[in-house]
């Protein structure tokens, strides 16, 4: 990574030189090393170092101009300098994006310690363990398809014509495992694990061939399903991917562009159950990969979305703020629109519920693991969604895999039918969220 004052110099004195007096930066160096294994050999070594360098540029006139660079020398940021000021004058003359008001704001600074990279040899060798111990694990997985060990350096930074100068950098390590099944006359079966720390060591490689083996093997006796309507549990991660699917609900740009479930008056409308919290939280201690700031300089913050089931708060860009008369929540990405979306979601309950229930006890219940086919599923600006999934009827503790089935409804109505939230919450990619009781979605059997 360049040294951030050089480039701040250096970004000042080619401006200068340029007559411009309006400008910001950000950009970002990935140093990415990512291995495969397939039946005992390597399969795939991947390294990559990706650095990229956004400059936004006003002119006199407060029309502005971007462009994005890969090289950050003197001459580099001076001739992207240049181009986005010539861009500027073809720039949109309403609603122009402008400075965040909080790129100035200090940040408590976190101690930035990078896990030092292990060789590629070691990520190999790994790997290759898992999936050996993986296909031990049962005579039926005679596969583990998709699998990755990946570590990941990333360094960021934001700057402008005012004095912002923020930096930050950390590192990632993950481990993603999918095994799959053969039996004689049988459907073959398959399920995945994910998890994710800071740096290698700590990875918790055996948790997650642990959950792969459990889960795989669970779906080996399946049965079919009859059509109906169920009472529905989701995981953490199948809750979290249809939360994702329906961003638009809390995402200002999308209510502003009219793409949204939301209007800007319904806040403060109850839209869910009372039992469920949700709130947008980059700085969740849970979160591996915590971002302090945005793509407008901007610093992250817990944002709460929804409060005992009422819509307390939008993610915001500088822009859309100032458009809304709120405040920026640390959620912007930078370019020449300006685009919004979620950081860490964070769903909870702090009310009491009248019944808790389980799924020791709990007769009939299907419990959705994971759901399938999103972006084509999922009708995001109607609310409804009908997705394939991967989960098991659930008769008092006892869990029969489903062979195939698909789950339907509308997302708002989901939200008022939850019963139930966990106590217990689960780490997802996404986010952190315990399992969601929901009381009744239509299942249709094959």
């Not at 939008?314 to 950081?343: C, D, E, M, Y």
């Not at 919450?425 to 952190?432: D, F, H, I, Q, Y």
Request: charged share 20%; with cysteine; aromatic share 8%.
């Amino acid at each position: 990574m360049p040294n951030i004052n050089e480039i701040a110099n250096s970004a000042k004195d080619n401006a200068d030189k340029l007559g411009i007096k309006k400008f910001d930066i950000y950009g970002s160096t990935v140093d990415d090393t990512n291995v495969q294994v397939d039946q005992g050999e390597p399969k795939q070594v991947k390294a990559s170092n990706r650095s990229g360098v956004t400059v936004r540029v006003w002119n006199e006139d407060n029309t502005m101009g971007v462009t994005s660079t890969t090289d950050v020398d003197p001459k580099g940021l001076e001739l992207a300098l240049k181009t986005a000021y010539e861009a500027s004058f073809f720039g949109v003359k309403e609603n122009v994006p402008d400075f965040s008001p909080e790129a100035t704001v200090p940040i408590p600074n976190k101690p930035q310690n990078k896990a030092p990279q292990a060789p590629v040899a070691e990520l190999i060798e790994k790997l290759l363990v898992a999936e050996k111990e993986l296909l031990a694990a049962h005579p039926a997985i005679k596969g583990v398809p998709y699998n990755g060990l990946s570590q990941r350096d990333i360094d960021r930074f934001y700057l402008n014509s005012d004095g912002a100068v923020r930096t930050e950098s950390h590192s990632l390590a993950s481990v993603y495992l999918y095994s799959k099944t053969e039996e004689e006359g049988k459907k073959p079966r398959s399920a995945g694990a994910y998890r994710i720390n800071q740096s290698l060591d700590n990875l918790d490689i055996n948790g997650c061939i642990k959950e792969t083996a459990d889960k795989t093997i669970s779906h080996l006796n399946y049965e079919k399903i009859k059509t109906g309507k169920y009472r529905v549990v989701f995981s953490a991660e199948a809750f979290l991917s249809l939360l994702g699917a329906f961003s638009n609900l809390f995402n200002a740009q999308s209510i502003l562009d009219n793409q949204s479930l939301s209007t800007p008056d319904d806040l403060g409308k109850q839209i869910a159950s009372p039992l469920i919290s949700v709130s947008d939280d980059a700085l969740h201690p849970a979160n591996v990969g915590a971002e302090t700031f945005d793509g407008e300089g901007t610093p992250t913050r817990q944002i709460s979305l929804i409060e005992n089931g009422v819509l307390t708060g939008f993610l915001h860009s500088a822009g859309t703020a100032k458009r809304l008369n709120a405040q920026p929540t640390g959620n912007a990405s930078i370019g020449a629109k300006v685009s919004v979306s979620p950081n860490f979601y964070h769903v909870f309950s702090t009310a009491t519920p009248e019944q808790e229930f389980s799924l020791d006890t709990a007769e009939n219940v299907i419990f959705i693991d994971d759901l399938q086919a999103l972006h084509a599923g999922v009708k995001s600006l109607q609310g409804s969604f009908s997705l394939p999934f991967d989960g098991w009827l659930v008769n008092k503790g006892v869990r029969t895999s489903i062979e195939s089935a698909t789950v339907a409804g509308d997302f708002l109505e989901l939200l008022k039918s939850i019963i139930y939230v966990e106590k217990e919450a689960e780490l997802t990619p996404g986010g952190v969220c315990p399992k969601i009781w929901v009381n009744e979605l239509s299942i249709t059997g094959e």
